[in-house]
């Protein structure tokens, strides 16, 4: 058998994906995560026995189920929402996203939920709070205000939110306030300023118009091939 550290199910061939149907001795390549990491998968789903994190799981998975290409996401959020019962969401808004988090509140509050809403921008602290320099802002020589993604995680700790909705975060931002974050917290839209905020263009013409994304180590296959695939077909 050959000896994989990581889990790469990034490689895992089209006509295996093994998991759909329940794993075996022979099926899964030699980096799936049931051959790479059992004991942590075992560990995980005990996790689940805490009574909140396994209702989370089941109102999420009835909610694919129910709503499985037929609902919006929007409607997802909501659906999940109310299964979970919970009464008050939060959106974490990038300044720019603020017309949007205006329209998406307004939906919120239609479904009988209260709403808390807070943009990047809050407290209008200079980017040189932070160590940025002049010829690193957007428009060096004037004022810019740091995004402050930590902040907008505690307000909403503090407003005592039971589900965040984050509104184009930018990257980085986001992690810092889902890092943050008390709540469980989603992903509405995540921003991309050039593909009108749908990044996962690059990845389906990555052969084609956006070459440009590939980097100079380029590879095709994990970094250790299996002596032994031990794949079914």
């Known amino acids: ?31 799936c995560p049931t051959k790479i990491d059992p004991d942590v998968i075992d560990r995980a789903v005990a996790r689940l026995d805490d009574p909140f994190l396994r209702r989370a799981a089941q109102e999420s998975t009835a909610v694919e189920g129910e709503g499985y290409c037929q609902w919006t996401r929007v409607e997802e959020i909501c659906e999940f929402a109310k299964r979970m019962g919970f009464k008050k969401i939060g959106i974490a808004s990038c300044i720019s996203f603020l017309d949007v988090a205006h329209t998406l509140s307004g939906i919120l509050e239609s479904h009988g939920f209260e709403v808390a809403s807070v943009c990047c921008k809050n407290g209008g602290i200079p980017k040189e709070k932070i160590g940025i320099a002049e010829d690193q802002k957007i428009r060096p020589g004037t004022f ?27 990257v980085g931002h986001d992690s810092l306030f889902f890092k ?37 180590d380029r590879r095709d296959e994990p970094r250790k091939k299996p002596a032994d695939p031990a794949i079914r077909s």
């Open 1 to 31: 058998m050959p000896e994989y550290i990581d889990a790469g199910c990034a490689y895992c061939p089209s006509p295996v994906r093994a998991c759909r149907e329940g794993e075996g001795d022979r099926r899964g390549p030699g980096f």
């Open 144 to 170: 810019e205000p740091m995004c402050n993604p930590v902040a907008q995680a505690e307000i909403l700790n503090h407003a005592e939110t039971e589900f965040n909705v984050v509104l184009g975060l930018c």
């Open 180 to 216: 943050h974050s008390d709540a469980l917290a989603t992903t509405l839209v995540a921003k991309d300023r050039v593909l009108a905020h749908n990044p996962i263009g690059p990845l389906h013409l990555a052969e084609s118009y956006f070459k440009r994304v590939w980097g100079p």
